[in-house]
């Protein structure tokens, strides 16, 4: 399967810390995306980092790419408990037209 | 407000029985998408259109069906076929059929057998 796998499956963690979560990925990408999913609702796109970026920041997330290793990391920095969700990696595989999505990784983030 | 309407939100089907889910969307955008998602698992592509009157099978579109006759309307229909259809249908969107572009997702059908 080309499927991203993410890494951990559950993180449970307190307000005001934050959260890493990692994505790792089979062969080469065009580019790779972030999604965040309330529980019983839709996917939300948060940021899309190209093959040939590093890193990118969009308000408290900062997703890096590491193309060497195939993988990606999100942090969010300074935890709220609205940010209690799964998040979701999505892969943009060379050759391929259309997005793979990774198992993702269940965030809890208590008060 | 634009975005992407998913209609019922919950459906139940009877053994033998075709359902039709509806998508909607008002963004404008050319490419749709219809996603399978199974408990602690990921979105499964089951069909894909970019453009109007033109669709593609993903990778699990066995059991399924849809059509494309409106730039606003992608409906999937779960036939009788599809022998194990109890999971949340996600339909997505996007600006162009180039999978470099974010997704807009509705807030999903969740489908259960009688």
């Known amino acids: 399967s080309q499927q991203g796998e993410e890494d951990p499956q559950a993180l449970s963690i307190q307000e005001g810390e934050n959260a890493t979560m990692n994505c790792s990925y089979k062969?080469?990408?065009?580019?790779l995306q972030w999604y965040r999913q309330n529980s019983g609702r839709g996917l939300v796109h948060l940021i899309l980092?190209?093959?040939?970026?590093r890193e990118k920041h969009s308000g408290r997330l900062r997703v890096t790419l590491d193309t060497s290793k195939k993988s990606s990391s999100l942090l969010i920095t300074a935890s709220r408990a609205a940010d209690t969700a799964s998040y979701f990696c999505?892969?943009?595989?060379?050759?391929?037209?259309?997005?793979?999505f990774g198992k993702g990784t269940m965030l809890l983030v208590s008060p | 407000d634009g975005g992407i309407t998913q209609s019922p939100k919950y459906l139940f089907r009877k053994e033998g029985q075709n359902v039709t889910l509806s998508c909607e969307q008002n963004?404008?955008?050319?490419?749709m998408y219809w996603y399978r998602q199974d408990p602690g698992q990921g979105l499964r592509l089951i069909y894909y259109?970019?453009?109007?009157?033109?669709?593609q099978k993903g990778d699990i579109a066995e059991g399924y069906s849809v059509s494309r006759e409106k730039k606003e309307s992608f409906p999937l229909t779960v036939t009788s076929a599809q022998k194990n259809p109890t999971a949340f249908y996600l339909c997505a969107s996007s600006i162009g059929g180039l999978s470099n572009q974010p997704q807009h997702f509705g807030d999903g059908t969740r489908l259960s057998i009688l």
């Open positions: 062969t080469s990408i065009n580019n």
């Open positions: 259109s970019q453009i109007v009157n033109d669709f």
């Open positions: 963004l404008n955008h050319d490419a």
């Open positions: 999505a892969t943009d595989y060379s050759g391929y037209s259309t997005l793979t």
């Open positions: 980092i190209r093959s040939n970026e």
